[in-house]
């Protein structure tokens, strides 16, 4: 396998090829390493190789690893969330891409507002309405925005989504359209400004870029694949794992 160091120079190619075929610049892509499974050795070498955006998804796994690592590096949440464990991310992270409920939300601004902190957040979308993830449906997005635009604490930066997993990439297209579609929407339709998307892990990234993502999620392509030395506390890993 090669090393993280060049396989982050061959996902950063990638990024800046998919960003050049459409006429957008690579600068306008932020690469966030994700970093579970791995341990804090991995991290520190993409560190060395330039990487300083890393993302986490569980909380417990994150709060272990993290105070390992320099302080500069940036963080980013992009895991489901319990409500208990609100708390422990507020000070971990610098943007949590996925708020997917409104009582989230909610919970999440009250807590803030016990912490004096202001979090930056994303909406997670269930673009493809599966009955086994996460997210606002879009409509019902489009039914709760007002209410989410009303709590002060948070900074709503923009969308995410995680399409069905496909074998191949372009099935991914449509709901990356559909993704930047719901935002110019609510962009227009409540007078906000939702900048950022969140959209493409390693399978799919070229093509989230050329629909529009802002943030891009990418760990098998930079660390190699997990094989499970941390176990999910909801079955998603340590079970797939070979
Ligand atoms: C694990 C994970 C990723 C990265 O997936 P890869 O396919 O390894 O690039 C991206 N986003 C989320 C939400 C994840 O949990």
Redesign the pocket.
């Known amino acids: 396998m090669n090393s993280v160091s060049e396989n982050l120079e061959r996902v950063r190619e990638q990024i800046a090829r998919a960003a050049a075929k459409v006429g957008r610049a690579a600068s306008d892509v932020e690469l966030v390493a994700?970093t579970?499974t791995h341990p804090a050795e991995k991290v520190r070498e993409a560190i060395e190789a330039g990487q300083n955006l890393f993302?986490e998804?569980r909380i417990q796994e994150a709060r272990a690893k993290i105070p390992e690592l320099p302080s500069n590096v940036r963080w980013h949440f992009?895991?489901h969330l319990q409500k208990n464990k609100i708390r422990h991310a507020l000070p971990l992270f610098e943007l949590i891409?996925?708020v997917d409920s409104l009582g989230l939300a909610q919970d999440m601004n009250r807590i803030a507002e016990e912490e004096a902190m202001h979090p930056r957040v994303l909406l997670e979308v269930n673009v493809a309405g599966e009955g086994s993830k996460f997210g606002f449906q879009p409509d019902k997005l489009c039914e709760q925005m007002e209410e989410l635009l009303s709590l002060p604490r948070l900074s709503i930066l923009g969308l995410m989504a995680?399409p069905p997993l496909a074998e191949e990439a372009e099935a991914s297209r449509k709901y990356f359209v559909q993704l930047h579609e719901l935002r110019d929407r609510l962009q227009s339709e409540f007078r906000v400004d939702l900048s950022q998307l969140s959209m493409g892990?390693?399978?799919d990234f070229a093509i989230a870029i050329e629909e529009g993502a802002t943030l891009v999620?990418?760990?098998?392509?930079i660390f190699g694949e997990?094989k499970g030395a941390f176990k999910s506390t909801h079955g998603g890993l340590g079970t797939a794992a070979p």
């Not at 999620?217 to 392509?221: D, K, L, S």
């Open positions: 994700i579970k993302g998804s992009v895991g891409h996925s995680i892990m390693t399978q999620r990418v760990g098998t392509a997990r």
